[in-house]
């Protein structure tokens, strides 16, 4: 009986460490393997022309730092948004926003399972009141 617990003791110990050796090294291999986080500068043109991507490489999720804090929606009309964004992707999430842009895969590490988006809320006059980075 106690060579088995032995057994079974080293087993858990070892699958233990694998998993921490594993997440240890998870976000270098990410860069390693490509998974691009860096920042880019916002660019109108590449933004409107790149469609939303369900992955951690999504040109809109390394510019959406960038456009918050150099262009940000906060106070441009509803065509002014659309003219430097687009057009609001087509979601039924977050309802309770007036326009909706999926960014990508959440930042944070290579096994997100969420998405980012980018919402805005508008005021009566169609004007953007509100601008958030909200998650899935």
């Not at 691009?36 to 933004?47: L, M, V």
């Not at 009309?77 to 309802?95: C, I, Q």
């Not at 096994?111 to 009566?124: G, H, K, P, T, Y």
């Amino acid at each position: 009986m106690t060579w088995r617990r032995t057994i079974i003791g080293g087993c858990i110990l070892l699958a233990t460490g694998a998993m921490l050796l594993a997440l240890l090294l998870a976000e270098p291999l990410a860069g390693y393997y490509g998974l691009d986080f860096s920042p880019t500068p916002f660019d109108s043109d590449i933004w409107r022309g790149s469609p939303s991507d369900d992955t951690h490489h999504s040109i809109r999720l390394r510019m959406v730092d960038d456009l918050l804090a150099r262009h940000s929606p906060v106070g441009r009309t509803r065509a002014n948004v659309v003219a430097l964004l687009g057009e609001p992707d087509g979601t039924t999430y977050f309802s309770d926003f007036d326009m909706v842009y999926h960014l990508g895969l959440e930042r944070g590490g290579a096994f997100s399972i969420d998405s980012e988006w980018l919402v805005l809320r508008l005021d009566d006059a169609g004007v953007v009141q509100e601008a958030l980075l909200v998650t899935d």
